[in-house]
């Protein structure tokens, strides 16, 4: 969870969430039971109030536009479901679920921010100066998952794994193995030969069918800069009307909101691959469930 | 069906799959019944004799070693689940979907061929001189969705377009709107302003916290370069020997699989859709449905 | 499938359903491919032409007037969806799963026809000399069944038995155990003692809590007298007026539906006793499933 | 949420369960937002301790028994998942289905107790007096659904039904309207007959092949007797020891827990029917939902 926590970095929020777990049920004795695990994080420093500023205001690059055409009503406090905060729970859910993975090794991380492979600190600093955000792409992976998970039609290792990635605020895309890049190479290069049992190669990204080979499943994502900047941005009044907002200077947010990702990335897939692993009844789980 | 059906262009294999599809229920006297619409696509030209020479090579690239690993049977012939073929009943069912659709227009297209975004006969020449293949990008974009559809957490939009879309054969990625570009971008770029209750720009794509805006909705998809090449290539036997693996010179493939492939992507988006237009118990159905 | 089928007793109606199952996919070489098994049971005998004398009419007791209602068309053609075949594909899948089921047995029997516990032939012979029909108890007993299965809120045991046997054409109810019995009784004549870790008695029927007991899963089944009968009764035309109607005499159709369910209630069973198997990852699938 | 709660009439547990429901999501300046209604009920009264004197009793009738097999953990404290309290977030649940009912009317009642069909006060004394418990029939009337609902093969009214009702603790079976005693009936007698577009009987219960008709939906519930009672009973030790548990004398229970599951019924009635609503889009929503 401290992975996650905005405020424990220069560039991160410094809102005070202290996303402190509660365990209602499911655990007893320090053994689970058997009965859903229900997880509890309070939201302890959420104002309301500090969103008068913006009551009226649809905040561009926000969900709250398209919430206010889904639902008819402006609910104006913090983004709700559509807030980074929703994806604590992710993460606390994502704890229980990589106890279950036994050597399964998942690991996240930024690799690009605003176009640079390398000497983030830089670029994140004049982001910051500017009063302005920045996007960057994660790069998960994925080892020691056995060969032969995921179904071939209807629940597709892919299929799966991007579904799951797409739900996280602000992720606009994945591509695993060569991706984008695939479209571009040869079939005789693209193709991952094979030599004494072995591949010479991962441009298929650990998944063949939808079906996975054993081989490191990787997979890279982008993120969107932060909505929240402090330039000022023409947009609508909820009663229609054209506008320019500019924040507050004293209200700070994430220039880059994938800096805290990473660690949401590892839980949703270490939900995926529980999953997987529950539906093809892999032998992974002999000694724990029934 | 005709759109996808091979042996339509110089480019594609020249298989005879006559994809005539039965309505074996559902339907009475011209109008559906209620009950389920079967749709029956009888494999006419297919002869598993034809497979005898592969019957013991894991072919690179394929499904075969991910399902041989899953299910300890191989089965080699055809693709079967993981051939090409399994898409003709998604576009079947996709054009029952299309006529729920009323005005909501989706149309996709192959953009880039091996990297290049125009003139792609000529490198289709090449790759089919050289017996090789190669990859793609497809762009989607679906007009008229009505501001609203998706839902906050579990079926946000873009993740169930990208579950369908990763369920595709040989699709290798998706990004939304600026998409991969978005990590190398200025929030105060991304954000589309908005004047006059309109947005300025589109890098959204169409939809914002997993709810629809109104805007096109735009995704872009890599295909890999097609598996099946005439170049010799390492591999596996199903026995496990290292052997190399060069297919008759008389056998053809598809030089480059995306070809074929926009209208199952609009297939596989209409079912989204419509999906989604259930769902959220949209009024596009009224006249439709009890 | 031979003890579902009609015109195998006297007692049953003389249509000639073949019911001859071809499977379609999912084997090959004689074995299980992982595919989905489809099994396909074309209606040979099946002649519309023959219920051109109904076309107007809502027949007693069936589902036509329900459909109607729903779909607003009505599909005069045998039941279509409400028929009595369409538990054909049941027993189909059934019989696919009681080979999943190892040493679990299942036996459903017709346990009284018209209140009677005996002697149901006199009772059958009154009733098609009369042109009626008669409803009928079935009691199913399913033995071996691992203690553990069912889970404790949402897919609990009875509730699951319940939903699939209350899905059967012409069931109107189910009982566990001493089931209807149990509310006359006391809690000290009710609870089953245990002695020397056997329980005394089975008023349970097998299932405590949602959750298998290891004891014989117990429970009976109303069976409804089939609707159709060749006494005139008062009756609506599809135009909506006032009608009676008699079947021609030389119609004959099952004076008992129940007669013929049995079969279908042993496959309804082994679907949910696999259901759960695979739902609490039980060991009876170790050497059968990935 | 008073009629379900226990304390609330002599014949009713003594337990103080307040049931206070909060509201932790979903209603903002007292309308709905969309977002899920997150309802929680805190356990005010429970107290572990007062569950010392059975540790390692077995208790006949209970769930710890196939509890105890299905997980290998006894969680002796009250009954878990498998409490009467748990039906408690059931009634919360269905009270805000209810608000989407319109005007269909749902309404549950014990109709028999012990066999008894009135004057169930001197039963329950003489029950109390003994005590002993015992069982009892509750019959549920639905009125004003409209024609139409429901599905024909997988998601049948009766089917779903069923699964609900059989999801109460206690509650060991089902009938829809003419029920068991339909086994004993002809046909003629049976099938309801029409006149000038009504049902002159309703043995059907409301429901064809699964459909509603419009006709009020009529099914009664047989509920086993409480299974804690004060007389000696045989059973195991978690240990598996065999041993004999009766229970402190000033322990008090309901001496019939069918008292209080009308309004359970009830809940769970409206939930089964509000889905049904939802699944085939009904107008009873137009101004309710997107």
Sequence with gaps: MKRRRPGSSPFTSPRKEKDHVEILSGVF??????????????????????????KEVIRVGHGNYSYLKKYGIFDYRGGGRASARETS??????????????DIDIQ??????GGETSNFKAILEKVMEEGDSVGAIIECIIKNVPAGLGDPI???????????MLSINACKGIEFGSGFSASKMRGSEHNDEMEDGE???????????GISTGEDIVFRLPFKPTSSVKKPMKTLSTGGRSIT??????????PCVALRAPVIVE??????????LLLNNCSKFEKILL
Excluded: C
């Design 108 to 113: 996240a991380q930024v690799v690009e921010v």
């Design 267 to 276: 839980a949703m897939a270490a939900l995926v691959i529980v999953d997987f």
């Design 199 to 209: 591949f010479l190669s991962n441009h298929h990204g650990g998944i063949l069918a």
């Design 89 to 102: 729970v992710r993460v606390a859910a994502g704890a229980v679920a990589k106890q279950l993975l036994g």
């Design 29 to 54: 004795e320090g053994k689970s039971t058997g009965a859903p695990i229900t997880l509890w994080i309070p939201n302890l420093d959420h104002q309301s109030s500090s969103y008068d500023e913006v």
């Design 245 to 254: 907002y500019s924040p507050k200077l004293n209200t700070r947010h994430d």
């Design 154 to 164: 209807y629940e597709k290792m892919e299929a799966n794994l991007a579904k799951a």
